[in-house]
């Protein structure tokens, strides 16, 4: 695999206002996570979590939101918590996230289990207010994943929600440049700011062990959405379709995860979306929503009208089977900006069981442009 960036260009900011407040979801510490995110699926639909990503009727907030917000949760801290939440913005610093469970050795920022319910609530609202407010995405699904993690520390040591990091790299503010840095097992957020809109969104990595468990009549699936949305793309496609895109490599892993910045491969490979239906390129777009949608609302439904204009250009691909359900099945969408890879791997703590690994990059925005891989 070559490691030259054949579609990098140079990145576009994109000037949309950020989204709307979630509300009434918790950040999930402890073990609490059945009461934190009961409100994500009912009992009614105890069989599966919401696999659509239904927007919040909420107000909308802007960038300036998510400032005031940050600056609320610094001003909790002391002096040595603040030298652990604002670091300079360097590549060094940005890309220092990982999707094991490895603590402060491969990530920066102050751990979630350190601080006091205060400061755990000022953190929350920085997230809440940052991401999608989706049913099952962006806030939503991060309180899943943290909560995947507390169900993995029940059976196994070293895992939790309060395993978790969060950093501002760079200061907070409606005019510089910085990036709300957050993530531990399993998740990485990458949400970068300039000149007050949301210049990158990516990478984004996003995984999940054990893909689903019920708690007290509600079951929770965090992937659901993603996993749904590419069961669909392939299901849509006749067998001629499936053998164009089927790839010849096989995947333990995705690509690009931590520490393949810039590895995008040199060209694509698998089915043009331009050979598609209408009704299966649609397909193409929805799958690619539930990465999407870790932004504020108003930034993904831009962000998902740049990639409908590029589908175009853009290529399906998989490996493995299509029922996304043994070891080794791989699904990737490709495109001028887009970059999605969702990978079934045997399970870690449930060995019995496949868990998930997903990340979402983009050519052109990974840490919003601000770096040269």
Known sequence: MQSTNAHRRSPQRRKKI???FVAATALLLGGLYATANAASVDESSSSSASTATTSSTASTV???DVVDAADTFVATLDDDQQAEVLLDFTEANATAWSNLPCGSTCRVGIELSSLSDTQLTAAKAV???AAGTGSGTGYDQITQILAADDVLGET?????SGNYYLAFLGTPSDSGTWQLHFGGHHL???LTYADGAVEGSTPFFIGVEPTSWTDSGTTYEPLSAQRDGMLAM????SSTELSEAKLSESFSDVLLGPDEDGQFPSTKEGLAVSELTDAQQQLVLDAMAPWVEVADDDTAASV???YESEL???YISYSGSTGLDAQGDYVRIDGPGVWIEFVCQNGVVYQSQIHYHTVYRDHNTDYGGEFSF
């Open 127 to 129: 997230l809440e207010a």
């Open 62 to 64: 802007s960038v300036s």
């Open 18 to 20: 950020a989204g709307a």
């Open 312 to 314: 175009d250009e853009t």
């Open 234 to 237: 392939l299901e849509s496609l």
């Open 156 to 160: 196994a040591s070293g895992y939790g």
């Open 304 to 306: 998902l009208s740049t």
């Open 188 to 190: 990485a957020v990458n």
